[in-house]
Each structure stands twice: as C-alpha cells, then as structure tokens.
C-alpha cells in the first residue's frame, strides 16, 4: 500500500483529508504537541491521569516502526497497531486525535475509514479500541461509527472500571 491513501475529496478549510503515513526518522514534535493540544481537554476529567503524559517522540517512532502512525495534514492523527494473535485477529486503534480547531469536519471519520482499510490490508476482522469512562462523547461518537461497548476495564491501582474497550467487526464490510 502507498504511504498515502486518498479518501474522498472532503477538505477541512484547504487541506485535503488524505492521510499520510509517517516513517520512523521523521520529527514526531509537532505530532506529540497535537496530541497534547487534542487531549488538553481531558485534563481534570479522567482519573488516572492520561498516558499521553509519559508518551515521548522516540515512543512515537517506535509506534511508526513497531505500528503504524497516520497524520492528515498535521491536523489529526491516529496509532494502530496490529493485533494478529488476538481472536480474531484485530486492529488496534489508539491514540486518535484532532485538532480542537479542526474537529466537526470529518477527521476522525477520515481516520477510521483508513483504519477499516488498513485491518482489511492486514488481514484483520475487527478493530478495537479503549476510551475513558468519563469521555461520554467519544462513546456517542465510536457508537455512531458503528462500535460496540464489549468491556469495562480498570487501569492498575483501581477497583473501579476506568475505561470502556469497544469493538467493531469488520466481516461482511
């Protein structure tokens, strides 16, 4: 697959939504500072703390080899992460995030699109991801793309559930 995948011709204000996959010698600053800007929200809202605080650029570049890390126009990105021992063998989508400025313009969307593209590369029938409890909206939003809540689970250190897993099976897409 190229590194580049076109999907559709939606534009946010003159960028086009063509994600761009990134490689491992490029400079990961400016994608760690747009997850810091995307996740400021979450600050006071989420206990524990989010692990984007111990995330670092080299643990970025480990991603894009060890991964895959997707950015569009320096606007929005996502990590994912293949899981083929899993059953049955998913994708993992983390990290996904847009820019405060840019969100409501389809982004997001851009990026769940490609992950449904990428685990149908792969060979995968399900993505999967985590989000917090508190992060109501994100479940509405992950729902409406057609995920499923499958799981709580709790971070070390708690009793109580600290995030929900969602799933979406791929068969059949």
Known sequence: MDA?????TGTVGRA????????????????LALLHRAFAGM???IDPPSSLHRLTEAGIAEQARTGEVWVI???ACVFLTPQSD???PSLYVGKLAVEPSAQGHGLARALMTLAEQRAAD???LRLVL???IELVENHAIFEKLGFVKTAETAHEG????TSYRFEKSLRGL
């Open 130 to 132: 985590q989000t917090r």
């Open 16 to 31: 086009a939504m063509t994600p761009r996959r990134i490689t491992p010698d490029e400079d990961m600053a400016p994608i």
């Open 73 to 75: 126009d320096g606007a």
């Open 43 to 45: 600050e006071g809202r």
């Open 86 to 88: 899993a059953t049955p």
């Open 158 to 161: 708690f009793e109580r559930p």
């Open 4 to 8: 580049a995948v076109k999907l559709g």
């Open 122 to 124: 792969l060979g995968l």
